[in-house]
């Protein structure tokens, strides 16, 4: 895993459960990304199991809660890891429309908009919002790790779902194509389901994606 100067390092947490939408309910894996050093951390999305979301965070202070999107199977667990810390949990806006499906008891704390930075030590994460998938999606670039948190915007073999509702291909290729290949090839994508993979990896692949359109 890649760690920074002043000992800034990535950790995963895979918890499991459920996704529901438009009437279906799907089981899945979620990946659960705590970027911090000793003393202070934030994730990317708060699915399924708080308490092993909060185990992995330990004595340290959880700053916040990156939401990637309001899909429930990113923030099932975001109330509960909120109310035991103090995080603030932070959405892109646009967001808002899955969100109240999901937590209508709550509003985010904060709500994110594209360019807008996160400081976790020395590592910066500069939120990128990558509409197509959910029109709030955001992926997270920390140029000092180099990596990328895709959320499901981008995983190993392609773009992520967008066959349900407020979901749209066009959009996530050319958030992809306009946001995400722009990064160097280099850089490591951490998505919120899978595997990991690489921009370098992926880029080649756009024109099969488009032949099949998803
Ligand atoms: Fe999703």
Redesign the pocket.
Known sequence: MPRSPEGVRVELVVTSGT?SLDGGTWEVDNNVWIVGDDHECVVVDAPHSAPAILAAVGDRRLRAVLC??A?D??VSALAQVCDATGAAAYLHPADLVLWERVLPERSPDRLFADGDVVRVGDVELQVLHTPG??PG?CCFHAPALGVLFS??TLFQGGP??TGRSFSDFPTIIDSITTRLFELPDETVVFP?HGAATSIGQERPHLREWLDRGH
């Open positions: 996704f990637t999107h899909h199977d990113h998938h959910a999606a959320g499901d992520g779902a919120g």
